[in-house]
């Protein structure tokens, strides 16, 4: 499935196994992050490297590779600590393919890619279970085809903003209102006096109307 997606040329192909107690050596874990290693994850397999010499696209002073790993989990969930470890082990980009039986999902860390010069991983972006994004691997460099990657996981109303950094601000805004709408419909829910209740509604109504204008404002 993942050959099947990923249209990239055959020197790109790795397949090669990590062991999970590369990263313990890399990094002075905790127990307890050692033993969600050993709870969550099946295997890692590094699965692609995008070079230069692998995939003929430039590489930049920001984007030297790009890694696409598969990650096959004991259960399905994705085990977000664990990438904190791996990003914070491998300095470059990592596009992430999950699979738990049957069940597949993606996910893909920005590192220093709006203006700032840390590579650590500063958000994670991650698809729905059984939903592929539309990655397009091509680009006049690899720090455009990093940034395409990206721009797979983001709302749809956010892309047309065209500069890069505009996109994943727009994107967070969008992420931030909806999250905020969710968590308050579900304080209104359980809300019991009733002044408290209609103030609760006029705030979730504001959120609802600035998000419908952040998507329009971006949409015009």
Not at 33 to 53: D, G, P, S, V
Not at 65 to 76: G, H, P, T, V
Not at 90 to 100: K, R, S
Not at 168 to 180: F, G, M, S, Y
Request: with cysteine; glycine share 4%.
């Amino acid at each position: 499935m993942i050959n099947a997606k990923f249209k990239l040329p055959h020197d790109a192909i790795v397949n090669k196994f990590i062991a999970k107690t590369k990263f313990y050596e890399r990094a002075a874990l905790s127990s307890k992050i050692q033993n969600e290693f050993t709870r969550k994850i099946q295997k890692i397999t590094w699965k692609y490297k995008l070079a230069e010499k692998t995939v003929g696209i430039s590489q930049t002073d920001r984007v030297t590779e790009i890694q696409i790993f598969q990650i096959e989990l004991k259960e399905r969930a994705i085990p977000k600590n664990i990438l904190k470890v791996i990003d914070a082990a491998i300095p470059y980009p990592i596009l992430y393919q999950f699979v738990y039986k049957d069940d597949m999902a993606f996910g893909v860390a920005l590192k220093g890619m709006t203006g700032k010069e840390s590579a650590a991983a500063r958000n994670y972006y991650f698809s729905e279970w059984n939903q592929c994004p539309d990655f397009d691997f091509t680009g006049i460099d690899l720090e455009k085809v990093y940034q395409k990657i990206i721009k797979a996981f983001v709302h749809t109303e956010a892309k047309s903003r065209g500069d890069f950094a505009a996109i994943i601000d727009a994107d967070n805004q969008i992420k931030n209102l909806e999250k905020e709408i969710v968590t308050l419909s579900g304080k209104i829910k359980k809300e019991k006096q009733f002044n408290r209740k209609v103030e609760m509604n006029k705030s979730l109504l504001a959120k609802r109307s600035q998000l419908k204008m952040i998507k329009g404002d971006i949409q015009g």
